[in-house]
């Protein structure tokens, strides 16, 4: 399993990040290799006036802290995205 970043949205005066989990699965059938993947979205990050909210996509606020240990590096890059 791995956690990746969507590359920064600019929406209004607000940029937002979205973090997803991928899985890979791989199965050899006979002769035959079977290779499935999914990529499913677990966390959005918003900043908006210098402030940087984290939700889940229950739109549960979670903690910077918690969502960090996951995915290392997404804090620091929504604070150096572009801003509009």
Do not use: F, W
């Amino acid at each position: 399993m791995t956690y990746t970043l969507s590359d920064p949205l600019q929406i209004g005066g607000r940029t937002l990040i979205v973090v997803s989990r991928g899985t890979t699965h791989a199965r050899q059938v006979g002769a035959t290799m079977l290779l499935h993947g999914n990529k499913t979205p677990v966390y959005v990050l918003i900043r908006h006036n210098g402030h940087i909210t984290v939700l889940d996509m229950d739109g549960a606020s979670v903690a910077p802290a918690a969502m960090q240990r996951l995915c290392p590096g997404a804090l620091q890059r929504i604070r150096e995205a572009p801003k509009d």
